[in-house]
Structures are given as C-alpha cells and as structure tokens.
C-alpha cells in the first residue's frame, strides 16, 4: 500500500514539475477566481461578480505596474506571473469594491504589497509575504478596505482543497501545510469551546470543527499563502515550527489593545518573521570561472561566490539565470549542489543536456553563460541530508541524480567520518558514469547498472551483470536493504518502479528531479 502511494505520487510529481511554481499557482489561482464568479453569479459567495471582477482589475493593474517600475529601476527581469499571483491572493483575502474609496484602498493594498518585496527585503530575497503585509496595513489602519477572507465560505471549501492540494504536490509542502491545518483547527475548537463554556452555551465539537474548516482562512491561507517558498526557512523542522505557529495564531487570535488580533494575515507575517530568523538567508552572487563535459551529455559548472553561502551536503539550490522572453517554466532553476561545504568558496553544479531539438529558454541562457557571468544563488532548502548516528546507509542514483552523493561523500571522506554506505549508480550506458574518479577516492562500495560493462573499474565497484533495475533487483544486490536509510535522487518514474523495496529500509527520502 505504502509503495503503490509513493509511485502514484512521483508520477504526479512528474506531471506537475513541467511546468514553473509561479506558472502552476497561478494558473490555480485562475481557476479558483473562475469558480468564485461562477459562484457569485449565484449567490453561493459574499461578493458579487462585479465586485470580484472590478477588484481583480486593479490589483493586477496596480501590482504589475509597480513590480515592473521597481524591477525596472533595479535591473531586475519582470516577472509576469508573479505579480498576478500576488493580485490573486490578494483578491481572496481583502472585501471587493466598487465603490471608488473601497477601489483605492484595494489599489493602495496591492501597491503595499509589491513595494514590500523590495523594501522590506534582505539581500535580494523579501522577507514577509507581500499579499499579507499589504492586506494586514490597510486592515489595521482602516485604509479604504479591509481583509475580510471571503474566500473561507463553505461554497469555496472544495475547490480550494482540490486546487490547494495540487500547488503543495508542486512546492511538496503537503505535511508542512498538513501540520498547520491540525493546529489552526485544533486551536479553533479548543477556542470555541471555551467561548462557549464561558457563555453558558452547549459546545458540540463536529459544528466546531466544520466551522473552523469551512468558514475560515485556514485551507487557503495554508495551501496559497504559507507554502510560499521564498518566505519559508530552509529545513524541514524549521518549517514545522513556522506553520505550527501560524496554526495557533489563527486558530485562536490574539487580541492587541482592543484594536486588532494577530490573528489571519498578521499570523503569517509573524511566522515569516520566525522564519527570517531561522535563517538570515538572502541572494548570493556567484561568478562562473569554468565549464565542462564530464560525460558526453553531462556538464559541470564552477563558480566563485561572492559572499558568504550556507549549505549542508545533500541539499540544493535555486540558481536565477535571468534571460529575455523566458518560456513557461520560467527564470529559476532547482539544482542539487555538487561540491561539499568545505569546498566554498568554489561552488559546483551539474546538469544534464536534454531535450536540444526543443531546449527551455533556461537551458538555453544557461548555456550560453560564459566565464566571467554573474548569476544568483535566490536560496538552498532541502533535507536531503545523512540521518545523525552510525546507521548503515543506501544511497541510489540515476544519471545526473548522482550529484547530491557526490556532495555527501565528499564531506564523509574530507572529515574522515567512517559510515557503512553502499551506492547503486544508474546510467544509460558505460560513458555515462560522471565523477568516477571522486566516488572512487571515497572508497564507497558502488553498484553499477549500465546496459553495456564499464572498463576498468575501482577495485570496490561493481557491475549488476544480468540483474533488472527494478524491486527485486534492488533487494538482490543490497539483501540487507532493511538494516538501510534509504536515499534516492533520480527521476520519479524511477523512484515509482523501485518503491515496493524501498519501502522496506529503515527510512526512505526522495530527491525527485523532472529536467530542466
């Protein structure tokens, strides 16, 4: 059961990862702003399709115009989508208009929270959520508007759910959202019956539970809002925390001086704060010193950076290559950091040549970069990282999926930390094998499966002659796989086909990648 969830789960993940975050959210988001007007039409929301479709206009006006003045002005590629994301969200959480105060206060809502991304920023990356900081300022300064979170209607409930789950499949942040959504409606409910009690009024816990799922924020700031990369620290229990403690806040606000709670979009701001205090992260600028051809359809990047950048081996980093007329997928890519932490400030990365009859505007930017580019490091996140201890480990990759392994040894071998690893190395054919000679020096027993026999292996490698790539396979060359913390990079199909052995480890961790 376990290994059928985690294949149907990698193959959507496949789906999803062909196309940019930006670019999926807000076609959700799009989606949802249909459905809401369809709604309104009849009767089903608060506002009507006027208000909805009058809001929207300047938002999306107002928010665009102001991201593409500041990006202007700082040299900055202007991101489209972005800034109709931003409206959207937006459009959910203030009271629509139509009357011309109510217009300008929505107006003056959007231009806070674009010129947040700028303003309120550390090194390049901004610091609160830009929907919730221009809603929380017009809220509690009574400016024209107000945050009324219109979105939270039982009619709204489904659609948000189904759409909601989706974008957290894209950006995985399922569990972290998950956690919240516990906490907020765990908080609701225990805040519901206290008011209650103390009303001398009878408490019934179903009612208090749908009113907190289908009456409230709680599904659409959490799918929408609180997933948002860029505002989330970097670890997984980093994330738990912030999310727990956005749970709480809006699941039971806390008023300030009879004025206003901190409750909504002002619990999100909060826990951005915590966030930003977990990791004090921000932009690095990295100068490409050298490319080259490891494999014939693997090449390497070097860079020097240019400021300080902090990384566990295992995780990755989003590298801004800023470019005209970018395609769907946008600016920004995903890649997992070859070299080890000692190595800085040489910084290296990998990346396969795919698809040259159709290549993404990325792929091509990237690699007409030459040396000498200056490109950005927007971020590293991951917990694709070696469990503490001395517990025995697997580590299985395919192709360019190596990388991360690479980084971990590296640092295994550099530290002269003794672990019993074994690596199962997948490639296309023989030529395809990169970084031998550094997997080698760490002296990691290594499996390999290739469809013809490499040449002159390490004394410590082998080639899996004969034995299919596939869940019985798996379990033939690392019979004591049980005994193993399992780590895979590779693609999700991959992960998919050998889910009903890797199951059976001690613990599994995936580093699905889709292309570039």
Do not use: C
Not at 420 to 444: C, K, M, N, P, Q
């Amino acid at each position: 059961m376990i290994g059928s969830l985690i294949a149907f789960r990698q193959r959507v993940l496949a789906l999803l990862a062909t196309i940019s975050m930006y670019r999926f959210v807000l076609f959700a988001l799009i989606a949802l702003g249909a459905i809401a007007v369809a709604l309104a039409l009849f009767g089903q929301v608060g506002p009507s399709a006027a208000e909805i479709l009058a809001t929207y206009a300047v938002l999306a006006v107002v928010i665009s115009g102001a991201d593409a003045a500041a990006q202007r002005i700082l040299r900055l590629p202007w991101r489209i989508e972005s800034s109709l994301v931003t409206a959207f969200i937006l459009l959910f959480v203030l009271q629509p208009q139509l009357t011309m105060v109510g217009l300008a206060g929505v107006a003056l809502a959007g231009a806070l929270a674009s010129l947040s991304k700028y303003l309120i920023a550390w090194r390049g990356r901004h610091v609160l959520n830009p929907a919730a900081f221009g809603a929380a300022v017009v809220s509690v300064f009574g400016l024209g508007t107000t945050a009324s979170w219109w979105v939270g209607t039982p009619a709204m409930a489904v659609p948000v759910a189904v759409l909601g789950l989706f974008v957290l499949w894209r950006t995985e942040k399922v569990r972290i959202v998950l956690l919240f959504a516990v906490v907020a409606v765990g908080a609701s409910v225990v805040r519901q019956a206290v008011q209650l009690s103390a009303a001398g009024l009878d408490f019934a816990p179903g009612d208090a539970i749908a009113l907190a799922l289908l009456q409230s924020p709680i599904l659409f700031l959490g799918a929408f809002m609180l997933s948002e990369p860029l505002t989330l620290p970097p670890r997984r229990w980093q994330q738990f925390w912030v999310a727990a403690l956005v749970g709480v806040l809006v699941g039971w606000p806390i008023p300030v001086a009879g004025l206003f709670t901190l409750g909504q979009e002002r619990a999100l701001l909060i826990g951005n704060l915590l966030a930003f205090a977990f990791a004090l992260r921000g932009s690095v600028r990295l100068v490409l010193e050298k490319r080259a051809f490891v494999t014939p359809t693997v090449q390497e990047l070097t860079f020097r950076t240019k400021s300080r950048l902090r990384f566990l081996a295992g995780q990755y980093l989003e590298l801004d290559v800023p470019h005209h007329r970018p395609d769907a997928r946008g600016t920004r890519r995903e890649f997992s950091i070859l070299s080890a932490p000692a190595d800085l400030p040489t910084l290296r990365i990998a990346y396969k040549n795919g698809d040259q009859k159709h290549p993404s505007s990325y792929k091509r930017a990237l690699a007409d970069a030459r040396p000498g580019a200056v490109l950005a490091v927007t971020g590293t996140w991951g917990d694709f990282v070696l469990p503490r201890g001395e517990a025995p480990v697997l580590m299985v990759a395919a192709g360019i999926g190596v990388t991360p392994f690479v980084s971990q040894l590296r640092e295994l071998h550099g530290t002269g930390t003794e672990r019993d690893v074994v690596l199962i190395y997948v490639a296309s054919d023989a030529s395809e094998l990169a970084f031998r000679d550094e997997l080698a020096a760490t002296g990691v027993p290594v499996v390999v499966f290739t469809r013809d026999e490499p040449k002159d292996l390490p004394a410590h490698w082998t080639w899996a002659r004969g034995v299919r790539l596939d869940a019985d396979g798996l379990e033939q060359v690392v019979p004591d796989l049980p005994s193993r913390h399992a780590y895979i990079s590779g693609p999700p199909r991959l992960i998919a086909d050998l889910a009903p052995a890797l199951q059976k480890a001690r613990s599994l961790t995936t580093d699905a990648f889709a292309g570039y």
